[in-house]
């Protein structure tokens, strides 16, 4: 004959009795857990918003930025690193939209691929650039030709809207600096004919 485990107490209780508190103790086991998960996933929330409120703060403290008061509604999440840049205030502080930062950006970008073609300083080298030095004497100066014909295409959608505006463009989104003030309304309009002319927005869209 089997031996019969069960506790004395439990024979003892009616078996509805039994159920009822063992699941009274698996839903008061899960309930902390959720409870811990929900609690976990608030303080994220909060950490991440604090470092925002911070980093909008010291935007603000600056007397040329104070009017600056969130980051425009379309920017992706995670764009507050754009703030470290002068491309990513210039955009925040007009309320620009997420394709003329990413114009400005690209157009950084076709400055510095020319800059290295050229055997200029063009900042850090990425992977595909560092990769160049073994490449053929044809595929470099593919590669230079190719450089040099998109800034150069780039910088004439930008000259018809002012002869000043590519090195205005430079210094903002190469060079990092903050535009002169003279400059800054053109700089719009050439990040909007940027952005349509990447194929980034349709002419009809408007920052």
């Not at 209780?13 to 811990?36: K, M, Q, Y």
């Not at 999440?77 to 400005?104: H, K």
């Not at 020319?114 to 300083?121: C, S, V």
């Amino acid at each position: 004959m089997g031996l019969n485990l069960m506790r004395i107490e439990d024979k003892l209780r009616p078996p509805a009795a039994v159920r009822r508190e063992a699941n009274r103790i698996v839903f008061s086991t899960e309930a902390r857990g959720l409870r811990e998960i929900d609690r976990a996933a608030k303080a994220e929330r909060e950490r991440i918003e604090q470092e925002r409120a911070a980093i909008e703060a010291q935007i603000k403290a600056q007397p040329h930025r104070r009017d600056f008061t969130r980051l425009p509604a379309d920017w992706p999440p995670g764009a507050d690193t754009r703030l470290s840049e002068a491309l990513g205030r210039f955009c925040a502080v007009r309320r620009l939209r997420d394709e003329l930062y990413l114009a400005g950006a690209e157009y950084g970008e076709r400055v510095r691929q020319a800059r290295i073609a050229l055997g200029l300083p063009g900042g850090q080298l990425s992977i595909l650039d560092a990769g160049a030095s073994a490449q053929t004497e044809a595929q470099i100066a593919a590669r230079k030709d190719l450089a040099l014909s998109r800034l150069a295409e780039a910088k004439g959608v930008l000259i018809n809207i002012h002869p000043r505006l590519p090195q205005a463009m430079e210094r903002l989104a190469f060079d990092a600096l903050e535009p002169y003030p003279r400059d800054e309304d053109m700089l719009v309009q050439g990040l909007y004919r940027l952005a349509v002319d990447f194929g980034l927005l349709k002419v009809a869209d408007r920052s």
